[in-house]
């Protein structure tokens, strides 16, 4: 079965739309990459000394998101906030594995769109359409032990705990493990 990652669609919820990058949206973005919770929660640095020196700017990732925005074998939407109309993050399906039918799922949320269900809904609409428009069978993801709200707003949003890997990763010397998740196509829609 192909698998139509090339449409970039605008999906709509209450909280949240998410729709393809524009160029305007870079500052927003290059914001939200530089926030010190977003790398800790992605590992994107081990340590909390690190977390304060990262320094993404527009140039850095224009030609990453506006590349993303014609890839064929993912999908990398903006978040916006419906209440302010503000980009806070991104959701996205990547690393795709067509025999398999399946693909990763992450995302990423700036302070302004923490802790009022706006991660949540971004994850089951973007799976939704993952699972039920692209036809996948299986999206599947990684938190770390230290983000449980993130579990559990994978959790709400349809994603089943698969299992642990111990000691997966060091964030300021302590060992962290590696949860697995994942949503099929068979599985109940929350």
Same mark, same amino acid.
């Given at each position: 079965m192909?698998? $139509?990652? +090339?449409?970039?669609? *605008?999906?709509?919820?209450d909280l949240v739309t998410l729709r393809p990058f524009e160029d305007a949206d870079l500052p927003a973005i290059a914001e939200v990459l530089n926030d010190p919770e977003v790398g800790r929660l992605t590992m994107t640095y081990t340590s909390t000394a690190q977390l304060g020196a990262a320094h993404t700017g527009v140039a850095d990732i224009?030609?990453?998101?506006?590349?993303?925005?014609?890839?064929?074998?993912?999908l990398d939407l903006a978040i916006v $906030?419906? +209440?302010?109309?503000? *980009?806070?993050?991104e959701a996205v399906l990547n690393g795709y594995d067509p025999d398999a039918s399946s693909c990763n799922f992450r995302i990423l949320i700036g302070p302004a769109g923490r802790g009022r269900g706006l991660g949540t809904e971004a994850t089951r609409l973007i799976?939704?359409?993952?699972?039920?428009?692209?036809?996948l069978h299986r999206i599947g993801l990684d938190?770390?032990?230290?983000?449980?709200?993130?579990?559990?707003?994978?959790?709400?949003?349809?994603?089943?705990?698969e299992g642990t890997k111990r000691h997966a990763a060091v964030f300021d010397g302590e060992r962290?493990?590696?949860?697995?998740?994942?949503?099929?196509?068979?599985?109940?829609?929350?």
């Open positions: 192909a698998h $139509d990652f +090339a449409t970039k669609p *605008v999906l709509t919820g224009r030609d990453f998101y506006l590349r993303n925005a014609t890839a064929t074998d993912r $906030d419906n +209440a302010s109309g503000a *980009v806070v993050g799976t939704d359409h993952g699972l039920d428009v692209i036809g938190v770390f032990s230290f983000n449980p709200a993130g579990r559990r707003a994978y959790e709400k949003a349809g994603f089943v705990f962290v493990d590696e949860h697995f998740m994942s949503r099929l196509a068979t599985d109940p829609r929350p």
